[in-house]
């Protein structure tokens, strides 16, 4: 009988495509590149002017409507914005900086200086990633009260807001919507980028400010980003119609897995070169210590724990775990998969695990592995991630 991961990695094989008459598994065939017959819209709107954000409210006017719309009538629900202001989380995102405990997390780390509503580091993923966190305007204070908005998954919408209302959009290809700045979000893999971006945390990019919770964060009080894409798609109240049937969730599950370890093995190298170019200032804390296994360090007592700690049973007691979270069912998937790409991440993934496993690992040459470990990644995900 075939495990899970066993039949996760046939849904991901490249031979896992049609059947012939003898049976045979046959590779499903290459998506031919297509020339869009959209007629050309004016590329002033699409290059000449810089992103950003214009608020959650702009979007209310066609998808505000209280009940959906008749799938027959209507592509889309035109209820998301309800949907998402009512029920979803993201929308409170910037409301609990005024919390109790977002309080009590901005007094230890700046002894109540600087209020959460203020900190750059938890605008960051508390509003809109787009938004300059330093901006005190009106307008950019308005979109941040909207915290997590729809731009802050589908783009800035500046650029397209009008030009996506026309009938010639409907025929424009991903790629070129993405030209225009809206985010592809019905690619599995995009989606979780998007995600990951703040639940697992990233460099700054694309005009996006760095979004981190390091181990000073979670001493002041903040929970630690245990991120688990496919159960957070799960959870989320869907604004959108999706077909989730079939290998859907197998799919989701290996999607999201791959794109967390690569964002984490990003954010890894992003950290180990800050530490290999600023650490002489002592402002970049290095290793940093929300890389590894809060239990490596932090014992019960109680339960004699700190008598056989992590580790001791093959002689690295005392050493604290690194990468506990996001890598290792990656790593179990990739041995079911008989990829040479997933062989390639292995192998460099192996190699620095062994780095990061000594005393004070070289950040210089974590900064060089991690990098090496996350282009295998991604080589690996590009191999499975684009649906045919």
Known sequence: MLGPLAVVAIVLSPGCGSSDQAGARVKAPEPTPRASK??????????????RPVGAGACA?????????DPSASRIL?????IWVTQDEHANAFQVLSSSRATAIATALSGGKLPARQDTRCLACHTVPGLDPTAGDEPAQAIRRDGVGCESCHGSANRWLGTHQQTAWRRLSPSEKEAFGMTPLKDLERRAEVCAGCHVGSPSAAGHPARE??????????????????????????????DTSGAFPARAWAIGQVVSAKSALELLHARARAATTEAKAGDVPWPERSEYDCFSCHLDPATHSWRDPPGAEDGTGGTPQWGTWYYPMVLALAQQVPDGKAKSFTSLFATLRTTMGEPIPPPDRVAEEADEAAQALNRWLRSFAREP
């Open 61 to 69: 006017a066609c998808h505000g409507n209280i009940r959906p719309a």
């Open 78 to 82: 035109r209820n998301e914005h309800t």
């Open 38 to 51: 959209a007629p050309p819209i004016p590329k002033l709107a699409r290059v000449d002017l810089p992103k």
């Open 213 to 242: 919770v390091g181990h000073d964060l979670i001493k002041a009080g903040h929970s630690r980003l245990n991120f688990a894409f496919v159960d957070y798609l799960a959870r989320m109240p869907h604004h959108w119609r999706e």
